[in-house]
């Protein structure tokens, strides 16, 4: 059965020996908040509450799961109280501003801080994950006055919030939406729809929950530019914080789900409840996508917390497990057999997940430091540099969205496959994991999505390729500065090659599309996890110089062995799984015809 | 919600157009039996039963799972109507010998029965399919009498039979196997133990089970050479049929799975049950091993059979859901906007289901002809004409239930990823054929073993790559015939190179696991994804050259588009999976100690 342990030295490892944050925080308006002994404070406290007051509840809440009635939805057993205690901590202030109660520390730090919850238990994760979407939109988008009547509770984590979007005839095609908004006399607005897989859309875990909804006002034009965004709380919300009448936003039914069972997602029905415009009238499209890389960031955590929490369960099991004999001779002689750590493939399946789980974990974290100084520029009302940053962002974020669920999926069931036919088995926890991260590339825009996202609009259409010239160059830089570097030189090799291969694929594709503007789909997915095995790659090559720089200066002679296995999983990531890219790279190149000549009504003659 | 439909064009293509069954059961003793009548008459009374009698309760089967209570074991609404059903149509005979109440037909038709039946409800068809295990053991090990016991029962179905091997500490690794036979003066056994993992090894479809059990002598030598075979009914059986009292052997529990919810997976504890040994004493592993092939290929066919069933489900889906327009241009100008199989990326995902069942429903065909005449020399005691195709089978198995298995996973979350977030959800019956499909990587021997089978033994031990250069001479003499078609130019060559690349790798891993024997585990599941993929090619191209050889001669003129399809499918496997190869050839080739050097206890400093 996994438990969650925190990997603290492998989150010290990156934010102090590999990205420095402390020089990056001192680049932050905010920065001196975040003080080694606050940084250490939030650690160890988030540890403590991840092991200790979640992690027990992620295979009860998966076998309980969630309990619809009579519009109201129950929690499992223990949510409500380990949420008490969340809120008690002031964990959901933790990246906030001060005037609304909140500690006003760097994005980056609660970013960590809900990647330890993540893994410990994705579920209960989510319902504060949600109000941090809300949050978000009120502190951009809302008037003063809905700043001071939804803040406070919302950042105290009293209150939670949601984000309103897909229905059921669309879901990626927000164009599609049709919920309505009619204005009222008083300036308000009657909202009516309905609303699915609407996460944290109604729970007791909150005495409120605030709603941000995508609805149409009544001379909105057809499509994304006639969708404006509204604030629809469950319980109409007085200024000093009092909650009034009930508002008839109801919870028709919850879904029962393959996974991410102890998370409510609801369906809710608008019944002329009362709403109020936040933002500009038909802009909401835009005003949401604002948040759609840290909301996508955010999702893309999953990848690495599922990858490292299978890892966790599977390595004991792995160690204990006891079959046949390592074909390089007995390893655990006076046992009846080698435990299966022995063996080179289930060696492969651990090495997979442990490379996915730390490669991703730099990216994000890496990424987390963008989203601060984004945030950094927004808190100073500085646009052109909030702009920048956040273009910064969109190339990562379809790669780590998209890419690194599909890898934490994968490490995921490499978890089960250590376990053999016990895998597939409830108790041992381990399919759960799996059944949990596979939300993770369905949701928060499919991978296709992010990957039509990724080379769509991100390489070809706004920057005709220089996004990835300037990313390749900025790896190159890197291998400049390591070729001499013994222990560095395999990657240097590997790195300089795969930055040219990345450059010629996106400029062929870019010359083919032409012609051939299908194969800006056909070759997407192929593209994104090219460029996302590419970007871990670089991601690996720096841990591995930050070891070796250890090992050579004799600074981290009592965690010799602890460089030295970074260096050995980078080589294990460099040997084993940034060869994938090839396969992707052949298959992209291929013209879009052999992907879309077949007719819908030729794929199939039996039915 | 998926509903099955037997693709009965399709497996007719097979075996009437690309691998010939009529001659091929010319070839048999009992293929006379075979004729086309009755051939049709099979597949269409087989797909009417799985289309309407098991498909309907693939759902609910899985939404109530089995129910044990007091050593006993209810299965889902409906099971038992629907095997009363499948017994009284004589479905289980279909292959077995006339003597014991069979129609006595190839194994071939067979396993293209069970074919259709596990894509229709796989958790069903797990408790007939476990009776084969059993009456092929009892037909080639059992005495006379034991025949004659159990045979007609097990023929008719109104029997069922188990194998029981594994135990809670070994699987894999039989011969730590603990179950105790003591002999009795009567010349039976007291069996004693605990199995676990027994598919259907209790459950109330019919009126006894007859286990097949692997225990030890008192005086058997330890490991592998101390396990014997014995037959423990649940209900002693009498040579007339009749059943006499309950023999000691219960199911203390069954497990709750991640998905095959509806098959009852049984801990069955043997309390000196009564037991007969079959075949000699301490050679039941040898035993064992003999069905092993036609065992782990029906393991295999769950991988085509839910590709098969998640494309029917998702094709349907893609051709009614609008999201977006096609990057080329409106295809469903009328509509608000196109279907998602517009979208170059969802048919990827659709091909890529398609190619997978097809593809490998090619492999598993070709391969039922080899335990056709496998069975064939059997039934006439030609033991040298069974041991080689034996040995042929012997190098499809692995790749097929390796290969395929992995396949039909990625295919089945394929029709997951088509739904968007709707495959998520229980009710569109997506999720549950990635929770079924997930199983078959790990039983019958996970992929890692599967991996290791065939390079370690059937590969390197057994042949030095013999059976490499053997296979890729037939691949290369149909390149030579196909030369000149101008269709089949792309899969000649790349056939060609595929071929040199196989037996290239072969040798290099061969030289190299000289001084570094882990290489044979560490390159093991990379080659053996490459042979996989390899092997697909071939019938691919196979199935492209019948199908080009139709189009030019005029024969299918009513079907011109069907033959189209096939050679397009071809194309995009060509194009979009063999380049995967590329991926794993280079992946392979690394020296082990990328893998094996990190100590076991350098995994983690954290936990």
Redesign the interface.
């Known amino acids: 059965m996994p438990t969650y ?6 989150i010290r490892f990156l934010m102090n020996e590999v990205l420095d944050y402390t020089t990056h925080y001192q680049t932050l308006s905010n920065g001196d908040l975040a003080d080694a002994d606050t940084i250490d404070m939030i650690l160890e406290g988030a540890a403590d509450f991840c092991e200790n007051v979640i992690a027990p509840l992620n295979q009860s809440g998966d076998a309980e799961g969630c309990h619809w009635q009579d519009n109201n939805v129950t929690t499992p057993k223990g949510f409500k109280e380990a949420y008490d205690i969340f809120v008690q901590s002031g964990w959901q202030g933790l990246s906030y501003p001060v005037e609304f109660g909140g500690q006003g520390l760097p994005m980056s730090l609660n970013l960590i801080k809900s990647e330890m919850m993540g893994t410990a238990n994705w579920s209960f994760t989510m319902y504060p994950g949600l109000s941090m979407g809300c949050m978000n939109t009120i502190l951009q988008f809302g008037t003063d006055e809905q700043k001071q009547t939804y803040m406070p509770k919302l950042v105290e984590g009293s209150w939670s919030g949601t984000m309103c979007l ?1 229905e059921p ?5 927000l ?2 939406v049709k919920s309505k908004a009619e204005p009222q006399a008083d300036g308000t607005y009657k909202i009516s729809g309905t609303k699915i ?1 609407i996460s944290a859309g109604e729970h007791d875990l909150t005495e409120n929950i605030i709603h941000i909804v995508l609805a149409r006002l009544p001379d909105a034009p057809a499509g994304t530019r006639g969708i404006s965004l509204f604030i629809v709380p469950k319980f109409i919300a007085h200024e000093d914080g009092t909650i009034g009448d009930r508002n008839p936003v109801f919870c028709g039914s919850i ?5 991410i069972r102890a998370s409510a997602t609801a369906v809710l029905n608008f019944e002329e409840a009362t709403g109020y415009l936040i933002g500009e009238p038909n802009k909401g499209l835009h005003a949401m996508f604002t948040f759609m890389n840290t909301a996508r960031i955010g999702t893309a955590v999953q990848g690495i917390a599922h990858a490292e929490l299978s ?2 369960g599977a ?1 004991p099991y792995a ?1 204990e497990r ?3 004999r ?4 007995k390893k655990d002689p006076d046992k ?2 080698d ?1 299966i ?11 997979t997940q ?1 490379a996915v789980a730390e490669g991703g974990r730099a990216m994000i974290y890496h990424a987390a430091q963008l989203a601060d100084k984004m945030t950094d520029a927004l808190l100073n009302g500085d646009n052109a540099a909030f702009e920048a940053y956040d273009d910064k962002l969109g190339f990562y974020t379809p790669i780590l969205k998209g890419f690194l669920t599909e890898l934490g ?1 994968e490490s995921a ?1 490499n978890g ?2 250590v376990f ?2 016990h ?5 041992w926890g381990m ?1 759960q994991i ?2 949990d991260a ?2 993770a ?3 928060e825009g ?3 999505v992010q ?2 996202d990724l080379l ?1 609009r991100k390489v070809l259409l706004s920057s005709k390729g220089k996004v990835v010239r300037e990313y390749t160059a900025e790896i190159l830089k890197f291998c400049g500065r390591h070729a001499r570097n013994k222990y560095m030189r395999r990657f240097v090799w590997d790195l300089t090659k795969i930055c040219a291969q990345w450059n010629t694929l996106t400029l062929r594709i870019m010359l083919t599309a032409r012609k051939d ?6 070759a ?2 192929d593209y994104l996890m090219f460029s996302g095995y590419a970007m871990m790659a670089y991601f690996w090559a720096q841990q591995a110089a930050v070891a070796s720089e250890k090992l050579e200066k004799g600074d981290g002679k009592e ?1 010799v ?2 460089y ?2 970074k260096i ?2 980078a ?2 990531y460099f ?3 940034l ?9 992209m190149v ?1 013209p ?1 015809r ?7 009504e ?6």
């Open positions: 342990k925190a990997p603290l030295r492998d897909t005839q669309c879901g990626t095609d164009g599609q897989f879904e029962h789900k393959m996974g890892f966790q390595l160690k006891m079959s046949m390592a074909l390089s001779g009846v057999a435990a750590i022995h063996h080179a493939d289930v060696r492969r399946l651990l090495l442990k999926l069931n089960m496959q053999g036919g895998g597939y088995i409830k108790e399919e799996a059944r596979r939300i590339t369905l949701y499919t991978t296709g990957a039509l769509g503007r299908d194969i800006v789909s056909s997407s997915v965690e062995d602890f030295k296995a050995k999983v080589d294990f040997e084993r799984l060869p994938r890219t090839q396969g992707h790279a052949e298959a291929n879009s052999g992907i879309t000549s077949l007719k819908a030729h794929f199939s003659f039996d039915y």
